[in-house]
């Protein structure tokens, strides 16, 4: 043997390929994990190269996984036939069935818990750790994998099969499957949801993205929310000043965004077919396409039209926190006195308790002149704020208010 | 697959002679909606004619009424043979109900 071998830089991409194909053939993802790993254990071991490494694991994982099903007794003849048994080493990687589509539909399935969903995407489609999982999602490492271990007994138990969904459901299904992904990019319990977190997380998210566009290819919801994650995080870069607070997207420098991030943007929003009906995910996108417009720092934030968008989002899914957000452009196009006789008609009750209600009250309230009531709100803000960036950020505008 | 959709909710619904028999005829419908997937079910008498037996170890001890007191109790149940949970669910949310309970849906243990 010639030195270790790095079977994760080899198989790379393949890896996702090979355990969905594994978990739709044996109804299992737990599994075909488990096989998956002692093949990469094997394969670490051989003296020779096969020709095609992710063939070779995929052979060797369906033996695998086989033997333990015997070992276990729950061979279920109709699934596993003699001819399925029987086969012989495979060598192309083409070979291997496409079931990627089917996994994602599984780990995402609705009768999962959300964040358990998220985990299981994070951990299944994207490949991290437990470790990077409860990094990144700010749970702990036992409680990510005590979910993990309950999301997979649900799928190998639950009868949520790994097959593309019927016509029937497949509009809640695929819902589903992009509501994971959103919060898998904005992690759960985030106030600024479409502000991503984890960088590493993020670039994973993406790719998720990515992949589904490749096996959705015409699917509008699929393309927005893919054109939308990618404006996000191509902001990254200038969030943040150099003290760490937040800079507020009318004030970013678009110089400082990822041109090639916001390029793949732009190409997933220009596959959308004009046909479609608007929905709230492409409205968003829309959204996000105008902020993005701006070219350089001095360009003017496109208010006019962030608060068209958000009349239009409102006729489609009225809620309290469109209307929040509606109410910052509307101070901006038509002055604080519209935007505060707006403000009072939110229902406080369920907003209390969000950072951003409080901070755009401090701002109404400091724009019309009552600058001690607009430090209180700023206070409350803070206090409920967890964003270190965005805490320092209210901090400076409260002391402005001096 | 087998699942079992067990219906719990709150059993003074049904009280009354109109709305028992609101909630058999709407279980009539259900039945012929979904017959080709049923294949089983029954509408349990009341928390209150319950008796559970409680065995910790060899001692058995019998309890009158129900094994957890709650305001919603197990109420009846259908058992369905789907190809999904997917099938399942959908069957699920047409279970009539005469005002909030839940269906909570078991996949039954196969015979392989």
Known sequence: ?????????????????????????????????????????????????????????????????????????????????????????????????????????????????????????????????????????????????????????????????????????????????????????????????????????ARQVLEFARLLIELLPDEAEVLALAATLHFSEARRGARTDADGAMIPLAEQDPGLWDGELLNAARHCRSRIGLDNELTPRLIQLELQHAWCARKTAEDAPPWPRILQLYDRLLELDDNAFARLNRIVALERVEGAASAWAEFETLPAGQLENVPAYHAVKADLLASRGKLAAARAAYDAAITLQESDAEIRWLTAKRNELA | MKYALLIHEDHSHYQDEESWQDIIRRHNEFGQKHGSAIVGGEGLNGPETATTLRRNGAETMVHDGPFAEAREQLGGFYLVDVPSLDEAMSIAKDIPLAGEGSIEIRPCIGED
């Open chain 1, 1 to 201: 043997m010639a030195g270790p071998v790095d079977l994760a830089a080899i198989v790379g991409g393949k890896r996702l390929r090979i355990v969905a194909a594994l978990s739709a053939r044996f109804g299992n993802l737990d599994l075909a994990e488990d096989a998956f790993s002692e093949a990469c254990a094997r394969g670490a071991a051989l003296t020779e190269a096969p020709r095609d490494w992710a063939a070779w694991l995929y052979t060797a994982a369906s033996r695998i996984a086989l033997d333990e099903l015997r070992h276990t007794k729950v061979v279920r003849e109709h699934r596993l036939g003699a001819a399925e048994t029987e086969e012989g080493e495979m060598g192309e990687t083409e070979l291997i069935p496409d079931r990627r589509l089917a996994l994602i539909f599984a780990c995402c399935h609705p009768a999962i818990d959300i964040v358990s969903r998220v985990t299981l995407a994070l951990s299944t489609i994207c490949g991290f750790t437990a470790e990077q999982v409860a990094r990144a999602s700010l749970l702990s490492p036992a409680a990510v994998s005590q979910r993990l271990v309950r999301a997979k007994r649900k799928l190998a138990g639950g009868g949520i099969v790994f097959e593309i969904p019927d016509p029937r459901f497949y509009g809640e299904r695929l819902e589903a499957v992009l509501t994971t992904l959103e919060i898998a990019y904005s992690r759960p319990h985030s106030s600024s949801a479409t502000e991503g977190s984890d960088p590493l997380l």
